[in-house]
T-cell receptor
Framework: KQEVTQIPAALSVPEGENLVLNCSFTDSAIYNLQWFRQDPGKGLTSLLLIQSSQREQTSGRLNASLDKSSGRSTLYIAASQPGDSATYLCAVRGWSGGYQKVTFGTGTKLQVIP | DVKVTQSSRYLVKRTGEKVFLECVQDMDHENMFWYRQDPGLGLRLIYFSYDVKMKEKGDIPEGYSVSREKKERFSLILESASTNQTSMYLC??????????FGPGTRLTVT
């Protein structure tokens, strides 16, 4: 059974700092990994999708890497801004019972202090 | 842009009522999903559908049913709402790259 862990559960940084969020998974046989942000009381917004054959993806100030062999992904946020404050979730897509199954981490709550 | 919409942002219902949550996507996606999200438990899959009139149970289907009569619409039904179904309900669909797109969520309170 796939298990996805995100550490730390919460992180507080001053504005302008570069930061890394971590996502670990136990089963390396994955199809893809997706990073989301969630603002309080809202749905999930997709940030980056990394297919299993890829090592990284970039979008603006965000860079996500994937190392399947070690069961790890990182989300790098450059020059953090107060608007980046949110909960960040990673989701790993694999297989279970003949269907693709997505397992979510419990998230890292990020606060960027002005 | 992919758009997933949910019928209500906030809903308050009484115990025993039948509750309908509706989700519509506009990108012709075949796969649609219903999750609930609770503090400390994360997102849990209730039901999913890979095609019209097709449904599969997720991890926590008890107390729920679903309907998918049209490709763009996936409904979650609480046959007899209970207080332990108070939660945030999230609908999602996936495209050809299996990227998930979520709706804004429905905060359901059952009193």
């Amino acid at each position: 059974k796939q298990e996805v862990t995100q550490i730390p559960a919460a992180l507080s940084v001053p504005e302008g700092e570069n930061l890394v969020l971590n996502c670990s998974f136990t089963d390396s046989a994955i199809y893809n990994l997706q990073w989301f942000r969630q603002d309080p009381g809202k749905g999930l917004t997709s940030l980056l999708l990394i297919q299993s054959s890829q090592r990284e993806q970039t979008s603006g100030r965000l860079n996500a890497s994937l190392d399947k062999s070690s069961g790890r992904s990182t989300l790098y946020i450059a020059a953090s801004q107060p608007g980046d404050s949110a909960t960040y979730l990673c989701a790993v897509r694999g297989w279970s019972g003949g269907y693709q199954k997505v397992t979510f981490g419990t998230g890292t709550k990020l606060q960027v202090i002005p | 842009d992919v758009k997933v919409t949910q019928s209500s942002r906030y809903l308050v219902k009484r115990t025993g009522e039948k509750v309908f949550l509706e989700c519509v996507q506009d990108m012709d996606h075949e796969n649609m999903f219903w999750y609930r999200q609770d503090p400390g438990l994360g997102l849990r899959l209730i039901y999913f559908s890979y095609d019209v009139k097709m449904k599969e149970k997720g991890d926590i289907p008890e107390g729920y049913s679903v309907s998918r009569e049209k490709k763009e619409r996936f409904s979650l039904i609480l046959e007899s709402a209970s207080t332990n179904q108070t939660s945030m309900y999230l609908c999602a669909s996936t495209g050809t790259q299996y990227e998930q797109y979520f709706g804004p969520g429905t905060r359901l309170t059952v009193t």
